[in-house]
């Protein structure tokens, strides 16, 4: 399995609080992705880093923002957390191999009140 | 634009077959993936379809037509712990960064 976890795990928060979740690897690959997973949705991108200080915005990046100062790190920043950002956010990496598949993190539980 | 469709849910028996559709309109195509997820867990992948043709892996196959734009999951000899999310996703060749856009999923219930 790939080496890749998410903190925190679980987190409550009241709206309006900035929020920021950590996605490590140890892979190092190149390619990090932070997406939402909500009911009805499926998982969305929000966000996503193709190397070292290169980010841009996925499907659902309004109220996000990303950085990524090192290789093994990808961090999500809610700067303002709304009830609508509820969700489970989900990590993910990817590099070369036979289909260049995206592995996922364990996912962080957002609750925001 | 990016639309990708799957059913959302199904049912199916132990021991039985079952095939999940998924259809996709996007504005480019570089292959097409198939992920488990199981209830709190996170997806894990299962296949990968580029060219036209059926990929077998054990008791899982996955088809693409890409001039239909269709693609199924097979699962054979169901078994309880398939009861599952199945997750469609496409690639987009044009993004820099690998880019998936995934469908809805389709939650599979086995029954006994």
């Known amino acids: 399995d790939a080496g890749i976890t998410q903190s925190p795990r679980h987190k409550v928060t009241e709206t309006g609080t900035p929020v920021t979740l950590r996605c490590h690897q140890t892979e190092n690959h190149r390619y990090m992705y932070w997406y939402r997973q909500d009911p009805g949705h499926g998982l969305r991108l929000i966000h996503y880093s193709y190397g070292v200080k290169d980010t841009d915005k996925g499907e659902v990046s309004d109220g996000y923002s990303v950085s990524r100062s090192k290789t093994e790190d990808f961090l999500l920043t809610l700067e303002s957390a709304t009830s609508s950002q509820t969700s489970v956010y989900f990590c993910a990496i990817s590099e070369g191999g036979l289909y260049n598949e995206q592995f996922f993190g364990p996912g962080t539980r957002l609750t925001v009140l | 634009g990016q639309n990708i469709d799957q059913p959302t849910e199904m049912t199916a028996t132990e021991g039985a077959i079952v095939q999940i559709n998924c259809t996709y309109q996007t504005s480019g195509f570089n292959g097409l993936f198939w992920y488990q997820q199981h209830a709190g867990e996170a997806p894990t992948f299962l296949s990968y379809?580029?060219?036209?043709g059926l990929e077998e892996k054990g008791r899982f196959s996955s088809f693409l037509s890409r001039s239909k734009g269709y693609s199924y999951l097979l699962l054979k000899e169901l078994q309880m712990k398939d009861s599952a999310s199945y997750l469609c996703a496409v690639r987009d060749p044009l993004s820099a960064g690998n880019m998936l856009t995934f469908g809805g999923g389709t939650r599979l219930m086995v029954k006994p």
């Open positions: 379809n580029v060219l036209d």
